[in-house]
């Protein structure tokens, strides 16, 4: 039928997207982040991945979402450099300042939307500025959510500032090079040493040999 992909013969497992915990990727403590990655390309048994999205346990989030506090959330829609749109969503919490009496931490509604300005602000300047690989790179050790926390610190003291979800909405035209780029490869294919050897993209099969 025609929702079947014409290529999915040539190359099976390509469009699949796998969700992965940074943990498992980075082999660190962060177990709550997910990352979701996309195939891209196959080449023998190599199969291509890309970034195709970030998102937060829901563990994590519960345990966020505290009373006695104010929950402020903002999302932008932004294109890095290399022509990637995504939609980033930013989430924040306000906090009691050392020696404070008052039980609560309730920020005004005009504080809010000065912070949810400053958060947009500053996600878009972070995005725009960046290819996705150098984005990507920033949300790792959320350096994102730690400045954001240092710049509204003059109108309300936060914490527990996250980027909570990045989707991907628009990609630029698939390109094999730059996939290899990303990956750091010339291609999939490797030479008697092990050793990566520039390839067309398709996958040769290796030649039988008489003996062994």
Known sequence: SSGINAEWPLRPGK?????????DLNDDENAFRKFKLICEDVQGKYCYTNFHGMDMTRDKLCSLVRKWQ???EANVDVKTTDGYLLRVFCMGFTKRVNKQVK?????????IRAIRKKMVDIMTKEVATEDLKSFVNKLIPDSIGKDIE???MDIYPLHDVHIRKVKVLKKPKFDASKLMDLHG???????DNGEIVPTTGEFVEP?????V
Not at 185 to 191: R, W
Not at 207 to 211: A, G
Request: hydrophobic share 35%.
């Open 15 to 23: 469009g699949r997207v796998y969700e992965c915990a940074l943990a």
């Open 150 to 152: 240092k710049e509204c």
């Open 70 to 72: 104010t929950l402020i």
């Open 207 to 211: 030649i039988i040999q008489e003996s």
């Open 185 to 191: 490869e010339m291609g999939g294919a490797t030479d």
């Open 103 to 111: 039980k609560t931490a309730y920020a005004q509604s005009s504080q």
